[in-house]
């Protein structure tokens, strides 16, 4: 049984697993209040102050995910010497998450997300990000990081939110053959459309949008919705694809073999933020374990279904995820 494979994986091999995750490190910040009026002087709400609160994003939540359910986590990439980049290391130090991997350019900010709200809506979110690419030096230390540990590591994830860490191509390259000449699993969640890269990567997981963009195939049925998953296969050189598709649940594509489904369960949608993040974080852990492609995929469903039924930036634990295998 599929449920039993799974069970062993998240009781006996994930606290077994050793990952890094590598690319763009933000700030997840809320400013929270309630609205009672709207402002006098422009239509807009007047959120009355109520307090503070900060979360890791980007990749940085794909590496809390992945520690909830029980991995044993490494963070690289970028992160400033401001304000914002003290308190992510701080914060992911006391996880706790090794970040000897996190570099400081000098004047770069962090990229932090900041979203004001109440309990029950967004009214504005304001970005402050350096989204130009990483310096060469900047580069050069992540990849000398990665050579002198990559034996520690069961896989590697690459966080790709367009915010400079994976600007150059050659650089992603590099990263992939580090880990394949290390026999390291190396899977990747990119939003560029610079996917001829990703050559030899375990797999990458678009969203709908994403491999939309990537191909330049607009998606409106399951016929081009092959298409355009065989187009992003081919040219990315990527050993299989992960296409995850909301509601619809997740598509697989895998070179030598036809598209395969799986359809998520449906459940109550409080917030999708972090969802992606979620299904990387399980399939990932999941490969690492000695589960097959299409095993991973049943348990990154169940783990999606469980996350947009939190608010926020959120996590999943390894026993929300056991739970729900013992409800099925």
Known sequence: MVENKLVRAIRTEFAKKRILVLGDLMVDEYILGKVGRISPEAPVPVLNYKGTERNAGGASNVALNMHAMGGKLSVAGVAGGDDSGI?????????????????AEESRMTTVKTRFATKAQQLLRVDREDSSPIQEITQAKILDYMLH???????????????GVFENADFVRRIIRICNENNV???????????????????????NLELENAVNIEINDLESLDRAGKAYLERSGAKSIIVTRGAEGISIFERGN????????????????????TVISAMTLGLASGLALD???VLANIAAGIVIGKRGTAVVTREELLERLYEK
């Not at 992510?88 to 706790?96: D, G, I, W, Y």
């Not at 540990?149 to 939110?161: F, G, K, M, P």
């Open 258 to 277: 036809g598209r395969r489904d799986y359809a998520s369960k449906a459940v109550q949608v409080f917030d999708v933020t972090g969802a992606g993040d």
């Open 185 to 207: 699993i190396v899977t990747i969640d990119s939003k560029s459309r610079h996917i001829d890269a990703f050559e030899n990567a375990d797999f990458v997981k678009p969203n």
């Open 87 to 103: 308190w992510l290391r701080e914060f992911l130090q006391a996880v706790p998450i090794n970040t000897e991997g996190i570099v």
């Open 149 to 163: 540990h990559i034996s520690e590591w069961d896989a590697v994830v690459l966080s790709d939110y367009c915010k």
């Open 295 to 297: 095993d991973a995929a």
